[in-house]
């Protein structure tokens, strides 16, 4: 071989080598620009590119060192581990707003459009398109996170009310407060789980709290009213006051509730008492009565005087009680003063 075709033929060779290099160094930079981009992308939507981070920097060492072939390979293992990242990050914030979706369809929300936005979020991720699959995911969470604080903000606002309510009760808030308090940091914290359940918990301890304060008050009541009811006095008025009562319990109007009570509460004492008043008269009768069958009526004189002072303090139930056995004391003795009577003849 000449040497002009010898020189010819390494001229070509050292043309293709170059050439080669060159490719080589340009698929290095383009992977590794396509490996950064993917990266960026994955960073921004709070992933951990920690290990796609690693053979990115190794692919930029060896490029540094013009080692192209080395930083090819690295590029590439650093965009195949950027698209998991990228893929799981997806795939998980998608999950994360189906999960809010639900939550806020647990509550009442009206979520036709969230529930279409998550259906094409999951074909957008079926297709690869992460970025169109996380920005559907996206809306679909405002709106679902829109129709919770609404809810939570009602709740609240239903909790502070029950809370003012027991408040001039004079019933113990502290831990309803607490739960409340725990609610809205979660809210803060996008922890809706937490923040409907601490709501929740809130409501109940409060509601059944009322419910128990004003129901016993509401049992004691309905004594008076039957006692007052079996001394003969007209009771309508109380019991409908009751009535109203359970109502605006069934609606926790809890302080509304207390003042119907309060209501029925005077008007059984009052009609007690208009009973009683009229009860001692028929007393005065019922001794007379007894003395003149020459009965001994001191027991059943007693007990009405009893009656009297008691209910002069307040003790109504105690009063029409001690006036029952006043009025049976009376009846006995003059039931005995007859049997003695029909004795003695024989």
Known sequence: MSGYLRDSQLRRQLEEKVKEATRTRQAAEDGIKAAQDLVDQARRTDANVVDAEKALAEA??????????????????????????????????????????????????ELAETEAALAKAEGALASEDLGTAIDLAKKAWKRSEKVLQEHLSSSFSKAQSLILAAKNLSRDVAPVEDLLSRARTAMENNDFQSALDFTNEALETITDDLNSAVDKEIHEVEDLIRTAAELGADTTKATTLIERARGDIGNLDFEKAKNA????????????????DGRAGDFSKFVQDARALGADPAIGQESFDKAEAAIKKGNYREGAQLAKQGFQAIQQAQFQRVVGVIATSR
């Open 60 to 109: 930029n060492e060896a490029m540094a060192s013009k080692d192209y072939k080395v930083a090819v390979d690295k590029a590439g293992e650093a965009l195949e581990r950027g698209k998991r990242i990228y893929r799981e990050r997806a795939r998980a914030i998608v999950d994360s707003s189906s999960a809010l979706g639900r939550l806020a369809k647990g509550v009442g929300g």
């Open 261 to 276: 009570v309060r209501q029925s509460r005077a008007e059984s004492e009052k009609a007690l008492q208009r009973s009683l």
